[in-house]
């Protein structure tokens, strides 16, 4: 028999759970590299201090860090409390009203191409199993018992925006005073635009244009706090 939409599972995850997850990370990446770098640049154009700027770079990078795992934290937690209450509100109308809840998985299989016959019955069939779990499957693609997870998404978020800020921490702090501009620079270019990449395959968008995105955010952002920068040394 026909069965409801079934995510597949790995390690007791949905694909949804795990892309959440990476998405958290990616995200967290990016604001990671943005803003560890927009702080450098500012810094060390008003000081030459290289222990002054590695200070800041790293406050910043922990402040960040810990700022976007508590953001993600409250958003996934919103996420799965709807997520939740959906659940409930669908077992009380299955208690209620099961004729409208048989008749919308029916439709949503006349919707597949399935004939009105053929939907009824596989509909009559699910709902006698599991009717719970197929009605939330039917209409909100959710898998029951398999909410969004806030707290992988939270240090998915905190360790990937550590992570990103170190590429421009590491570029500025370490490489010879020489070099430290152009290396800076090209840290921040590579590195947002390999989250770019990896945002656009995660979300199946344009690869090309994710990737030309990032690099242009990121060099505005140095570009804006570099003139910043330049205010306060002044």
Request: aromatic content about 8%.
């Amino acid at each position: 028999m026909v069965s409801v939409r079934s995510k597949k599972k790995k390690d007791g995850q949905t694909m949804d759970e795990k892309l959440n997850t990476l998405r958290a990370g990616v995200l967290g990446s990016n604001d990671g590299i943005l803003t560890v770098v927009g702080v450098l640049f500012s810094v060390a154009v008003a000081t030459t201090n290289q222990f002054t700027i590695f200070i800041a770079g790293l406050s910043d990078l922990l402040a960040c860090a810990f700022s976007m795992a508590s953001g993600e934290y409250a958003s996934v937690s919103t996420q799965k409390d709807t997520e939740q209450s959906v659940v409930t509100k669908e077992r009380a109308l299955l208690k209620t009203h099961y004729q409208d809840q048989l008749d919308v998985v029916s439709d949503y299989y006349v919707d597949q191409g399935v004939t009105k016959q053929t939907a009824d019955k596989i509909a009559k069939d699910l709902m006698s199993k599991n009717p719970l779990e197929t009605i939330v499957s039917v209409k909100y693609d959710l898998k029951l018992g398999h909410y969004m997870n806030p707290w992988d998404a939270a240090f998915s978020s905190l360790f990937s925006a550590a992570a990103g800020g170190i590429f421009p921490l590491c570029a500025m702090t370490l490489t010879p005073v020489a070099f430290q501009w152009p290396a800076t620079i090209l840290a921040v270019c590579l590195s947002v635009g390999l989250t770019g990449y990896l945002s656009a395959r995660l979300g199946n968008g344009l690869v090309k244009t994710a990737i030309i995105r990032n690099i242009i955010v990121g060099i505005i952002t140095m570009i804006i706090h570099y003139s910043v920068g330049v205010l306060l040394a002044v």
